[in-house]
């Protein structure tokens, strides 16, 4: 047996695992573990836009604060955790051997998968590290976080430019995400023979508004970070909650804030859908 023959063995085996059983319910509990933080940041912005939520993040770390004072909150956080990884892993498998779908084996769509998959690592990471005790790992000031992160940026050569690329990406992430979820490009990755007519709805309603809401968000937070390029000014970024509350200092007040945090909520239950109904 020679070196090549043990490498496709041990490829086949990867592949095969990617495939099986066990990574379709590590990115099904993936998708639960998401919605159940998004839904609980909906809530806490909620609560924020109407005069509650007093001390409370807008963020995952107020998110994990609100799981951990639940009964038995160091077990759900560890699911969370873990659920998390999952989802990671799947996407590293996307990125490794290709997504579900025709187009799941193109170049543009691996590289997206291998983005996602670092991605899901860090929060997986963060949430992990909470629940084993670290509490400034996952409960972190989400705003603390981009103006220390922007501050060592804007310290390097370049700083100014990169961070400004920076921003500017996240804004465009934003766009890309509300506008798929208004042309309702997650419809060919549901198995919408087996959804009831309710069901479709029910997905509709949830995944345009709550897609348009994070994209909104994410958006939101792309221009917080270029206006601290432009300013080299770190305090000019804003994390998510600072992001959520800027909402109610426009025109409209709290009124945009509940909107966008319902639309939260609503993407977390979207999430919950997509655990269930989702091709893997």
Do not use: C
Request: net charge positive; proline share 2%; no cysteine.
């Amino acid at each position: 047996m020679n070196a090549r023959t043990v490498s496709l063995g041990g490829r086949g085996k990867a592949r095969q695992a990617a495939n099986s059983s066990a990574m379709d319910v590590a990115a099904r509990w993936g998708f639960a573990a998401r919605g159940v933080l998004y839904l609980l940041i909906g809530v806490l912005a909620l609560r924020i836009a109407f005069g509650g939520g007093e001390g409370k993040q807008a963020d995952r770390g107020g998110a994990l604060a609100e799981v951990a004072e639940q009964p038995m909150g160091s077990v759900l956080l560890w699911a969370l955790g873990f659920g998390l990884t999952g989802m990671a892993l799947w996407r590293l498998s996307e990125a490794l051997f290709g997504a579900a779908g025709p187009d799941g084996h193109k170049m543009g769509k691996r590289l997206l998968s291998a983005g996602r998959a670092v991605f899901y690592g860090f929060v997986a990471y963060s949430v992990l590290a909470f629940a084993a005790g670290d509490a400034g790992s996952g409960s972190g000031s989400s705003d603390q976080q981009s103006r220390d992160i922007t501050a060592r940026a804007l310290e390097i050569p370049g700083g100014q430019w990169i961070v400004g690329i920076a921003g500017v990406g996240i804004a465009g992430a934003g766009v890309w995400i509300g506008t798929r979820a208004a042309l309702r490009k997650y419809h060919k990755h549901l198995k919408l023979s087996r959804m009831s007519r309710r069901e479709k709805r029910f997905a509709d309603v949830t995944g345009v508004a709550g897609g348009v809401a994070r994209g909104v968000l994410f958006a939101a937070v792309g221009v917080f970070v270029v206006r601290a390029a432009v300013a080299y000014e770190p305090d000019e970024a804003k994390g998510l909650d600072d992001t959520l509350r800027s909402f109610a200092g426009t025109p409209v007040g709290a009124w945009l804030l509940g909107a966008v945090a319902a639309g939260l909520a609503l993407f977390g239950i979207f999430s919950f859908m997509m655990a269930r109904r989702r091709t893997v």
